[in-house]
């Protein structure tokens, strides 16, 4: 009897212990350890036989996009916690401790999946985020991600000296003397995720690349070195849909030591948002727009100079839609696809203006200038989009970039005036073959539209020259590059060899018409000399319609 009695029970208890031990994660120091974390569900991550060198500790847990919560307690709000997508925990370990509880949950009512690895330090690197005053976290080793459409800025918070198990750290801002936290320094990396790769997979074996120190050296970019008096925010230009990881390794110089913060990693896009999404990037209106462009650039790769009154129209539309885009953006709270459409009809009018002034007026020198500045526009904006618009000088002062911007943009017309058919020809195979180029990023995300869309992105946000502007180089970028540089090279051979034996420049027909006209007018013999004038014509039709017709028949005397 006892023994039914009893068996109900043992099973409950043999239940209870299978649960909690599956709620358990044991992590080893540097080893990733993928994590699900199911709905009201807590899950303990263990760290056991912590070597007695070790001083400190952290934790660090990375999901795609959902946020995740690391806490000290099993129920989080009783102690510290913090809930994000790349979260991460410091554990100052006491003397004779050799084992470590962290616990993990969801704080959304969904599931969660990540990947997570512990990071151990010695008494000698220094403490991540130890002497951040702006965080809940006693000790706070994240890195902060905000976005918008412009600019990503990475924050974190000052770090400390390292220290023994059960001492004292070191106070933060008593004294900036050399044995204090002032002597350590900052290094900021970038490393970007494969371009268009939006899976977790991809995230995860990057993030296996780069969680410590010596990876993120090995494969990061270093971006900028901080000093501990320097602000410690870096900006960079966004790219919606590409992913980065950013990371901070804070060093000892005196005791040749680092330690890493945790990482974050940003698309800066919404994966949850239903409108212009990680995974719906590109406006119908956008993909509309510039596939149109890349048709007409195409078309005037390889026969602007032939027709040279669609080649006017193509470069006066770019010019006044950019332009007047730029205004309206900075004037106005209007819808993008308004701004876009409006845009396009002042493109259309420019284009209108300067076909019909070069009609007009026949001066085909200002023409051939304003199509020179094109080229120059794209040319300076491609000398600022390699490291050289990194510079200190340039991420200052907006004075220094644009003047340098205008210099290098209005020094290529100068050859046009010596050289104008070749110029032209030149400027027709360079921006007609980037118009291509705008069109493939459309529907394919490359790097090269960002050559002229961090001009636009200065034009319209006055605290994005503060941003770092690098982008990623892959696989699509260079694949683009050579397409870019074979249409620009064969548009342009194919020009002046088809050009060789024409004129240089086709002449204006209001001054064909005048010629004409004046040459009608002198010359009597011609039989148009005697056609009477436009106006004559008309008024004669008008009388033969209202007039009386005249009875048919001999009205002339007979001559005898």
Same mark, same amino acid.
């Given at each position: 009897?006892?023994?039914?009695?009893?068996?109900?029970?043992?099973?409950?208890?043999?239940?209870?212990?299978?649960?909690?031990?599956?709620?358990?994660?044991?992590?080893?120091?540097?080893?990733?350890?993928?994590?699900?974390?199911?709905?009201?569900?807590?899950?303990?991550?263990?760290?056991?036989?912590?070597?007695?060198?070790?001083?400190?500790?952290?934790?660090?847990?990375?999901?795609?996009?959902?946020?995740?919560?690391?806490?000290?307690?099993?129920?989080?709000?009783?102690?510290?916690?913090?809930?994000?997508?790349?979260?991460?925990?410091?554990?100052?370990?006491?003397?004779?401790?050799?084992?470590?509880?962290?616990?993990?949950?969801?704080?959304?009512?969904?599931?969660?999946?990540?990947?997570?690895?512990?990071?151990?330090?010695?008494?000698?690197?220094?403490?991540?985020?130890?002497?951040?005053?702006?965080?809940?976290?006693?000790?706070?080793?994240?890195?902060?991600?905000?976005?918008?459409?412009?600019?990503?800025?990475?924050?974190?918070?000052?770090?400390?000296?390292?220290?023994?198990?059960?001492?004292?750290?070191?106070?933060?801002?008593?004294?900036?003397?050399?044995?204090?936290?002032?002597?350590?320094?900052?290094?900021?990396?970038?490393?970007?995720?494969?371009?268009?790769?939006?899976?977790?997979?991809?995230?995860?074996?990057?993030?296996?690349?780069?969680?410590?120190?010596?990876?993120?050296?090995?494969?990061?970019?270093?971006?900028?070195?901080?000093?501990?008096?320097?602000?410690?925010?870096?900006?960079?230009?966004?790219?919606?849909?590409?992913?980065?990881?950013?990371?901070?390794?804070?060093?000892?110089?005196?005791?040749?030591?680092?330690?890493?913060?945790?990482?974050?990693?940003?698309?800066?896009?919404?994966?949850?948002?239903?409108?212009?999404?990680?995974?719906?990037?590109?406006?119908?209106?956008?993909?509309?727009?510039?596939?149109?462009?890349?048709?007409?650039?195409?078309?005037?790769?390889?026969?602007?100079?032939?027709?040279?009154?669609?080649?006017?129209?193509?470069?006066?539309?770019?010019?006044?839609?950019?332009?007047?885009?730029?205004?309206?953006?900075?004037?106005? =709270?209007?819808?993008?696809?308004?701004?876009? %459409? &409006?845009? #396009? *009809?002042? /493109? $259309?009018? !420019?284009? +209108?203006?300067?076909?019909?002034?070069?009609?007009?007026?026949?001066?085909?020198?200002?023409?051939?200038?304003?199509?020179?500045?094109?080229?120059?526009?794209?040319?300076?904006?491609?000398?600022?989009?390699?490291?050289?618009?990194?510079?200190?000088?340039?991420?200052?002062?907006?004075?220094?970039?644009?003047?340098?911007?205008?210099?290098?943009?209005?020094?290529?017309?100068?050859?046009?005036?010596?050289?104008?058919?070749?110029?032209?020809?030149?400027?027709?195979?360079?921006?007609?073959?980037?118009?291509?180029?705008?069109?493939?990023?459309?529907?394919?995300?490359?790097?090269?539209?960002?050559?002229?869309?961090?001009?636009?992105?200065?034009?319209?946000?006055?605290?994005?020259?503060?941003?770092?502007?690098?982008?990623?180089? =892959?696989?699509?970028?260079?694949?683009?590059? %050579? &397409?870019? #540089? *074979?249409? /620009? $090279?064969? !548009?342009? +051979?194919?020009?002046?060899?088809?050009?060789?034996?024409?004129?240089?420049?086709?002449?204006?027909?209001?001054?064909?018409?005048?010629?004409?006209?004046?040459?009608?007018?002198?010359?009597?013999?011609?039989?148009?000399?005697?056609?009477?004038?436009?106006?004559?014509?008309?008024?004669?039709?008008?009388?033969?319609?209202?007039?009386?017709?005249?009875?048919?028949?001999?009205?002339?005397?007979?001559?005898?």
């Amino acid at each position: 009897m006892s023994h039914w009695m009893w068996s109900p029970l043992l099973l409950f208890f043999a239940c209870e212990v299978q649960a909690q031990a599956e709620n358990r994660v044991t992590f080893l120091p540097g080893a990733f350890q993928n994590v699900n974390v199911s709905l009201n569900e807590t899950v303990e991550a263990v760290v056991t036989r912590i070597p007695p060198d070790v001083a400190f500790i952290t934790l660090q847990f990375h999901t795609l996009h959902r946020n995740a919560t690391l806490s000290y307690t099993r129920i989080p709000d009783e102690g510290p916690f913090l809930s994000a997508v790349d979260s991460g925990l410091l554990t100052a370990l006491q003397p004779a401790q050799i084992r470590l509880s962290l616990f993990l949950s969801s704080p959304d009512e969904e599931p969660v999946s990540g990947t997570g690895v512990i990071l151990s330090y010695s008494s000698t690197a220094p403490v991540p985020g130890a002497c951040s005053m702006e965080s809940s976290l006693d000790v706070d080793p994240n890195v902060y991600i905000s976005y918008n459409l412009y600019e990503t800025t990475v924050r974190f918070g000052p770090a400390n000296l390292g220290y023994q198990r059960g001492q004292t750290p070191a106070a933060c801002d008593t004294s900036t003397a050399s044995d204090t936290r002032w002597r350590l320094e900052y290094d900021v990396y970038q490393y970007f995720l494969p371009e268009s790769d939006l899976s977790e997979s991809s995230l995860f074996s990057s993030l296996k690349a780069v969680a410590d120190a010596r990876g993120m050296a090995a494969s990061g970019r270093l971006v900028v070195t901080l000093k501990s008096t320097d602000k410690t925010a870096v900006a960079f230009s966004s790219i919606p849909g590409q992913g980065v990881i950013y990371s901070v390794i804070v060093r000892d110089p005196v005791l040749n030591t680092s330690a890493s913060y945790v990482p974050a990693h940003t698309y800066a896009c919404s994966f949850t948002s239903t409108l212009d999404g990680c995974q719906t990037l590109g406006k119908i209106s956008t993909k509309v727009f510039f596939t149109i462009a890349g048709l007409a650039g195409l078309f005037v790769c390889f026969f602007g100079h032939r027709f040279f009154k669609c080649e006017l129209f193509c470069m006066g539309f770019s010019f006044a839609a950019f332009f007047f885009f730029v205004l309206i953006t900075r004037t106005t =709270q209007l819808d993008y696809d308004i701004r876009l %459409t &409006v845009s #396009a *009809v002042v /493109g $259309v009018v !420019g284009g +209108v203006v300067l076909v019909m002034s070069w009609w007009r007026f026949g001066s085909v020198m200002a023409c051939v200038v304003v199509v020179g500045l094109m080229l120059g526009f794209l040319v300076a904006a491609v000398v600022l989009f390699t490291p050289l618009g990194d510079l200190e000088v340039f991420r200052n002062s907006d004075v220094v970039f644009w003047v340098t911007f205008c210099c290098i943009m209005v020094t290529l017309p100068l050859f046009f005036v010596r050289w104008p058919r070749e110029g032209n020809i030149v400027t027709c195979g360079g921006v007609g073959a980037y118009a291509v180029v705008l069109a493939v990023n459309a529907y394919v995300y490359t790097s090269l539209s960002y050559i002229t869309l961090n001009i636009l992105k200065r034009f319209l946000n006055n605290n994005f020259s503060a941003a770092f502007t690098d982008a990623p180089f =892959q696989t699509i970028d260079y694949a683009l590059i %050579t &397409v870019w #540089a *074979v249409l /620009g $090279v064969c !548009g342009v +051979v194919l020009q002046l060899y088809r050009e060789r034996s024409r004129p240089f420049f086709p002449p204006s027909p209001y001054l064909m018409w005048l010629q004409e006209r004046e040459r009608r007018k002198t010359n009597v013999l011609d039989p148009s000399h005697h056609v009477p004038s436009l106006a004559g014509r008309l008024v004669e039709r008008a009388r033969q319609l209202v007039g009386r017709r005249e009875p048919a028949g001999e009205h002339t005397p007979l001559l005898l």
